[in-house]
């Protein structure tokens, strides 16, 4: 019997997730709900294996080993897994740069 977590989104994940999907819908509804429906069934599919992600390569620089990641390109979707929960805490686009992303939320302590 495998391990079963509990996927819980956080309220910063589910406004990433919805500033891409409106960004898509612009152009192609169609896409956009494509695009929302594969996010969330790789995301949610985290309930086994969460250990399935890397490690994200740019807080492990740091010894911060405790986030981790699925790409579901070009999204990178962190985690953080914790006790029975998997917390979904961001939903970034690769293209971006990371680093500018987090400090941007910390200083600016957007939700």
């Given at each position: 019997?495998?391990?079963?977590?509990?996927?819980i989104w956080s309220e910063i994940a589910?406004?990433?997730?919805?500033?891409?999907?409106?960004?898509?819908?612009?152009?192609?509804?169609?896409?956009?709900?494509?695009?929302?429906?594969?996010?969330?069934?790789?995301?949610?599919?985290?309930?086994r294996l969460p250990e399935r992600g890397?490690?994200?390569?740019?807080?492990r620089e740091f010894n911060i080993l405790?986030?981790?990641?699925?790409?579901?390109?070009?999204?990178?979707?962190?985690?953080?897994?914790?006790?029975?929960?998997?917390?979904?805490?961001?939903?970034?686009?690769?293209?971006?740069?990371?680093?500018?992303?987090?400090?941007?939320?910390?200083?600016?302590?957007?939700?």
């Amino acid at each position: 019997m495998t391990n079963r977590y509990k996927v819980i989104w956080s309220e910063i994940a589910e406004h990433d997730l919805e500033r891409i999907i409106k960004y898509i819908a612009i152009d192609s509804p169609s896409n956009a709900l494509k695009v929302l429906n594969k996010i969330k069934k790789k995301s949610d599919a985290l309930y086994r294996l969460p250990e399935r992600g890397r490690i994200v390569p740019e807080l492990r620089e740091f010894n911060i080993l405790q986030y981790r990641e699925i790409i579901i390109d070009p999204w990178r979707v962190i985690y953080k897994a914790t006790g029975k929960n998997v917390f979904v805490l961001s939903v970034i686009d690769s293209r971006r740069n990371i680093e500018d992303i987090l400090l941007d939320r910390l200083v600016n302590r957007r939700s």
